[in-house]
């Protein structure tokens, strides 16, 4: 059974630091990793999707990237803004084709 | 931009009445999801449909049903609510298929139901 894992749970940092978010997964045969975005009491907004055959995928200030075969992904947050702060998932799609979410990690950037 | 809607937004019911939660996708979407999320807690899939017809139960098992007519609709239905019922109900849709671009998925603003 896949499982997601997202280390630290929280983590609160002042302006302007480069982040970077961490996300394991222990079943590498994924079809692909995204990485979402929550604020409270919202849904989920989709930041960047990785497929399985690639190893990075950039949007702006954020990095995403793929290590399967040692179950890894990093997302990199470069120059962090108070309105960063969020609840940032990640998510694997497997062969059963239902994606499987970690717990998230929450960040707080203090101005 | 997502073009997903559910309604309603927040809801307070009382103890064994039934209840609808709406989800539309104006994407032509054929995959549709209804995920449980408690605060600060995973989110746990109830529900899935691959399309028209088409209803799957997730990997949390839930006493709600959910039907799949058209394609853009996915309501989910809560026939006697209890107080354990009380969550935020998320729905999400995405492309058919394993394509580049065929599996981002796409959330709703989610539905908070609180049972009294």
């Known amino acids: 059974k896949q499982e997601v894992t997202q280390i630290p749970a929280a983590l609160s940092v002042p302006e302007g630091e480069n982040l970077v978010l961490n996300c394991s997964f222990t079943?590498?045969?994924?079809?692909?990793l995204q990485w979402f975005r929550q604020d409270p009491g919202k849904g989920l907004t989709s930041l960047l999707l990785i497929q399985s055959s690639q190893r990075e995928q950039t949007s702006g200030r954020l990095n995403a990237s793929l290590d399967k075969s040692s179950g890894r992904s990093t997302l990199y947050i470069a120059a962090s803004q108070p309105g960063d702060s969020a609840t940032y998932l990640c998510a694997v799609l497997g062969g059963s084709e239902k994606l499987v979410f970690g717990k998230g990690m929450k960040l707080t950037v203090n101005p | 931009e997502a073009d997903i809607y559910q309604t309603p937004r927040y809801l307070v019911i009382g103890t064994g009445k039934k209840i609808t939660l709406e989800c539309s996708q104006t994407?032509?979407?054929?995959?549709m999801y209804w995920y449980q999320q408690d605060p600060g807690m995973e989110l746990h899939l109830i529900h899935y449909?691959?399309?028209?017809?088409?209803?799957e139960k997730g990997d949390l098992s839930s006493e709600s049903t959910v039907s799949r007519i058209r394609t853009e609709h996915f309501p989910l239905t809560l026939e006697s609510a209890r107080p354990s019922h009380t969550s935020q109900y998320l729905c999400a849709s995405s492309e058919y298929g394993t394509g580049a671009s065929g599996n981002t998925i796409y959330f709703g603003e989610g539905s908070w139901l609180t049972v009294v």
């Open positions: 994407m032509g979407h054929d995959k």
């Open positions: 449909s691959y399309g028209v017809n088409s209803t």
């Open positions: 079943d590498s045969a994924i079809y692909n």
